[in-house]
C-alpha cells in the first residue's frame, strides 16, 4: 500500500509544480507592456543610425515610415527579414 501512496504522492507533487510554472508563465505574459507601431519604428530608426554610411541614413529612415505606416494600417510590422502581428496600432 505504501509504494502506491507514495507514488500518489509524487503524481500530486509534479502536478502542482507544473501548475505553478504554468502560472509564473502566464503572469509574466499578462503583465508584458503590449508591443506599439511606434516603439517599433523608433527601433528601426535606431538601426539604421548604427550603419557607418550617413548616405543611407535618409534612405533607411524613408523605410522605417513606410513599415510604421502598414503598421498603424494593418497591425503587422514586417522588417524585411520577419512579419509579426497583432501590435497596437499607435
Same mark, same amino acid.
Given at each position: 500500500?505504501?509504494? !502506491?501512496?507514495?507514488?500518489k504522492? +509524487?503524481y @500530486? $507533487?509534479?502536478?502542482? !509544480?507544473? !501548475?505553478? &510554472? @504554468? #502560472? @509564473? @508563465? #502566464? /503572469? $509574466?505574459?499578462?503583465?508584458a507592456a503590449p508591443? +506599439?507601431? /511606434?516603439?517599433e519604428q523608433n527601433?528601426c530608426i535606431?538601426n539604421?543610425?548604427?550603419n557607418?554610411? +550617413?548616405? =543611407?541614413l535618409? !534612405? %533607411?529612415?524613408t523605410n522605417?515610415g513606410? +513599415?510604421? /505606416?502598414?503598421?498603424i494600417r494593418?497591425? %503587422?510590422? &514586417?522588417s &524585411?527579414v520577419q512579419? =509579426?502581428?497583432g501590435l497596437l496600432?499607435q
Open positions: 500500500m505504501k509504494t !502506491v501512496d507514495s507514488r504522492s +509524487r @500530486l $507533487q509534479a502536478v502542482g !509544480v507544473a !501548475v505553478a &510554472g @504554468l #502560472w @509564473l @508563465l #502566464w /503572469s $509574466q505574459a499578462a503583465f508591443m +506599439r507601431c /511606434s516603439g527601433i535606431t539604421c543610425k548604427k557607418p554610411d +550617413r548616405s =543611407y535618409s !534612405v %533607411c529612415a522605417c513606410a +513599415r510604421q /505606416s502598414n503598421c494593418t497591425g %503587422c510590422w &514586417g &524585411g512579419k =509579426y502581428c496600432k
